[in-house]
Nanobody, 121 residues
Framework: QLQASGGGLVQAGGSLRLSCAASGRTFYAMGWFRQAPGKEREFVAAISPSGRRLYYADSMKGRFTISRDAKNTVYLQMNSLKSEDTAVYYC???????????????????WGQGTQVTVSS
């Protein structure tokens, strides 16, 4: 249902762009989450089906940008990466109304397999 890609190894201060494609023609609210070793999964960013409403975790504002295209593919542009950004990044989707945002982890219906992002210092 969801295929995430774009992770890898990058030096601190570098950039990566993650992608996640959702199959089907349903309108999905989509989001990115991450989970570092030994930590709980945390919210990163969310976007409405329309792409007009965005929401970020405070610690990501200014460095990460979520966007999407018309074919249910969501992107996460990550700039100025830090070692503490090292984690497995997951995309998630939930059928939703055109301008709806979904933030809580438990409300998402579908999850991708995760892509590893490693930032070396």
């Amino acid at each position: 249902q969801l295929q995430a890609s774009g992770g890898g190894l990058v030096q601190a201060g570098g950039s990566l762009r993650l992608s996640c494609a959702a199959s089907g023609r349903t309108f999905y609210a989509m989001g990115w989450f991450r989970q570092a070793p030994g930590k709980e999964r945390e919210f990163v960013a969310a976007i409405s089906p329309s792409g007009r409403r965005l929401y970020y975790a405070d610690s990501m504002k200014g460095r990460f940008t979520i966007s999407r295209d018309a074919k249910n593919t969501v992107y996460l542009q990550m700039n100025s990466l830090k070692s503490e950004d090292t984690a497995v990044y997951y995309c998630a989707a939930k059928p939703a109304r055109w301008d709806s945002i979904v933030v809580p982890t438990a409300q998402y219906d579908y999850w991708g397999q995760g892509t590893q992002v490693t930032v070396s210092s």
